[in-house]
């Protein structure tokens, strides 16, 4: 079992990913949504938004789909996947994420301690994301478990 | 256009129920490709079952994407300023996902007037998967 404190302040290098509107699309209808905006692009543009928006939780996906050159946090610490569970998430919004844009993320450790004796051991990261123009399309904050 | 106005609503006020699912292997399939998340434990159930699971289990962004839909078929997303969840049980495979909100409080930040809104999700039986708030602002 890894010393969990040892990746505070750990820094990712920020990544770039396009947000594919094929992407949008399938997340809408892996999830069920009935709310056209977020299916059709006509829709969209029809309520007033320049592409297929993003759906509120989808900077956790964007965080997923990009790809990273630096070693994961988990993989630092040695942490199979198995034993992870997601403890919390919280999203802060700015600007509303498109079909189309290019979000830029930078992730920090800003948290990590142990629980029962360290059956349960937590790490929290804040992510940090902007789009093709330089504005801040909010933040996340997740907490992983790892169950040991 | 919702049509709520910040006078409009009263603390105590409820949010539509919004239900989702069953969440089948098929959803959890396909919410891995969508979301990106490609966990197997979500997928195979082998994979699980080495990690002391019975069986594979929901992705718990899963639920919050469906808790994210009750916020966005009340208000907008454009007035979405915060949304956070802790995920207090896992969501097993072959149940529905009752999303329910409560309006707790209505307030104003620097001329902003904004409405703070508790959210559930539960799985059939009424066991809390999700428990969260939502911070809206509203004209």
């Known amino acids: 079992m890894a010393d969990v404190t040892s990746v505070i302040g750990r820094e990712t290098a920020p990544k770039s990913i396009i947000v594919e509107r094929g992407q949008v699309q399938f997340f809408a209808k892996a999830t069920g949504s009935k709310d056209p905006i977020y299916r059709n692009l006509e829709a969209a543009q029809a309520a007033g938004h320049r592409d297929i928006p993003a759906p509120p939780t989808f900077l956790f996906s964007l965080d997923l789909l990009s790809p990273s050159k630096e070693e994961s946090v988990l993989a630092a610490l040695g942490v199979n996947i198995g034993n992870i569970l997601h403890g919390e998430q919280r999203f802060k919004y700015g600007a509303q994420i498109y079909s189309g844009d290019t979000i830029t993320m930078s992730a920090k450790v800003t948290d990590a301690y142990e629980k029962k004796g360290g059956k349960l051991q937590f790490v929290v990261s804040e992510t940090t994301a902007t789009n093709q123009n330089g504005e801040s399309v909010g933040s996340m904050i997740n907490s992983l478990v790892i169950r040991n | ?139």
Request: proline share 4%; charged share 20%.
């Open chain 2, 1 to 139: 256009m919702s049509g709520i106005t910040f006078d409009s609503i009263s603390v105590g006020d409820v949010l539509p129920e919004h239900i989702c699912g069953p969440i089948t292997r098929t959803t959890l399939g396909l919410f891995a490709g969508a979301s990106g998340d490609h966990n197997p434990i979500h997928i195979d159930i082998d994979f699980a079952k080495k990690f002391g699971m019975k069986d594979v289990f929901a992705h718990g962004m899963l639920s919050m994407a469906y808790l994210a839909q009750l916020l966005t078929n009340y208000l907008p997303q454009s007035q979405l300023r915060e949304y956070g969840v802790r995920f207090v049980a896992i969501t097993p495979v072959n149940t529905r996902v009752s999303c329910s909100g409560k309006i707790t409080e209505k307030y104003e930040v620097d001329g902003e007037k904004l409405i703070k809104v508790e959210i559930t999700a539960e799985v059939d039986g009424g066991i809390a998967t999700l428990t969260g708030d939502a911070i809206f602002a509203v004209a």
